[in-house]
Nanobody
Framework: DVQLQASGGGLVQPGGSLRLSCAAS????????IGWFRQAPGKEREGVSG????????YYADSVRGRFTISADYAKNTVYLQMNSLRPEDTAVYYC???????????????????????WGEGTQVTVSS
């Protein structure tokens, strides 16, 4: 099994930046898609961004496209989420998760499937406030 640890959250002012890390222990192969999700108080969990380890194809939610960038360091088994131009509405606990998918799945489709995951770990808190 792959275990994932999200880190890098914090308190930042509107317009600021943070970089989240999702470190994987265990075997990550090219069938894996790794996704970032977030859950704000009183709201449902939502997909933020996803990365396909096989071809590097990415997914971004409309609310973060152009502000967030997802990337991977294959040697370190780590996926990053660079968050720029942060807004108060980005405040949430951010989680990362992964699963293996056939090549028939797009990264966006994989994100919808992974939203049903049960075990999310602790996540990392991102608070955007002045």
């Amino acid at each position: 099994d792959v275990q994932l640890q999200a880190s890098g959250g914090g308190l930042v002012q509107p317009g600021g930046s943070l970089r989240l890390s999702c470190a994987a222990s265990g075997y990550i192969d090219n069938d894996h898609i790794i996704g970032w999700f977030r859950q704000a108080p009183g709201k449902e969990r939502e997909g933020v961004s996803g990365f396909s380890m096989s071809d590097g194809k990415t997914y971004y939610a409309d609310s973060v496209r152009g502000r967030f960038t997802i990337s991977a360091d294959y040697a370190k088994n780590t996926v990053y989420l660079q968050m720029n131009s942060l807004r108060p509405e980005d405040t949430a606990v951010y989680y990362c998760t992964a699963d293996r998918f056939s090549s028939l799945f797009t990264t966006a489709e994989a994100m919808r499937v992974m939203l049903a995951h049960k075990d999310w770990g602790e996540g990392t808190q991102v608070t955007v406030s002045s």
